[in-house]
């Protein structure tokens, strides 16, 4: 019963390459987030759904296109990926838009060669 | 733009004794101010959080020490133990958006 999951969990893929990552809340929560933690454990945020709406896209390179198919669900494409791209990517969810409390999944570590 | 300084990056302590994490912010703004716990291979989770309108939060061995004059905050871990070692990022953020910005982590090691 776990309450934010991902998958998978590791993902190790060629330059070039375009690779999914999907996220599942049983919470019954309305928003939804991608985060990326780099090699330093730096956190910071990619994007926000809020009920299958795009509310939140910070400066990320337009090869990464989130889709929310439903408001328990946000998966994250990446195309044509780079080695720069290598990193932890963690799917977190909120009840509301405004409400600041976030529940992390798991993760999914990333690596590009 | 570093909008939430934490320090120190790393920290050991013995058992028993008081874990000290700091952080300062710049945006007077920010009026949500949560810690979270990561263990190596799990997601961040939350510990503690406080608002602006209080100077101090206790749960059980942690406390949020908040200074809105000097835009600073803590975070005190009594009676520290080896299970409390894992990662600590503060953080900030608006009531009226979504958007939660992350400290930069200080890794903290209990010794037994």
């Known amino acids: 019963d776990t309450a934010v999951s991902q998958t998978p969990k590791y993902l190790v893929t060629q330059m070039g390459n375009d690779k999914s990552i999907k996220c599942e809340q049983n919470?019954?929560?309305?928003?939804m987030y991608w985060y990326k933690q780099d090699s330093k454990k730096f956190l910071k945020i990619m994007f926000s759904?809020?009920?299958?709406?795009?509310?939140i896209n910070e400066t990320v390179p337009n090869r990464f296109s989130p889709k929310s198919p439903d408001k328990a669900h946000l998966n994250l494409h990446i195309n044509s990926l780079e080695l720069g791209d290598s990193a932890v990517y963690f799917c977190?969810?909120?009840?509301?838009?405004?409400?600041?409390?976030?529940?992390f999944g798991p993760g999914t570590r990333l690596t590009v060669t | 733009q570093q909008q939430v300084k934490q320090s120190p990056q790393s920290l050991i302590v013995q058992k028993g004794g008081i874990s000290i994490i700091n952080c300062a912010y710049e945006?007077?703004?920010?009026?949500?101010f949560p810690w979270y716990q990561q263990f190596p291979g799990k997601g961040p989770a939350l510990l503690i959080a406080?608002?602006?309108?209080?100077s101090e939060k206790k749960e059980g061995r942690f406390t949020i020490s908040f200074n809105k004059s000097a835009k600073q905050f803590s975070l005190h871990i009594m009676d520290s133990q080896p299970g409390d070692s894992a990662t600590y990022f503060c953080?900030?953020?608006?009531?009226?958006?979504?958007?939660?910005?992350f400290g930069s982590g200080t890794r903290l090691s209990i010794r037994p």
């Open positions: 759904y809020n009920n299958k709406e795009l509310i």
């Open positions: 406080i608002r602006p309108d209080v």
């Open positions: 977190a969810s909120s009840l509301r838009a405004l409400e600041n409390e976030q529940y």
């Open positions: 945006n007077t703004a920010f009026d949500y």
């Open positions: 919470l019954g929560h309305d928003t």
């Open positions: 953080a900030a953020a608006y009531s009226s958006a979504s958007k939660i910005i």
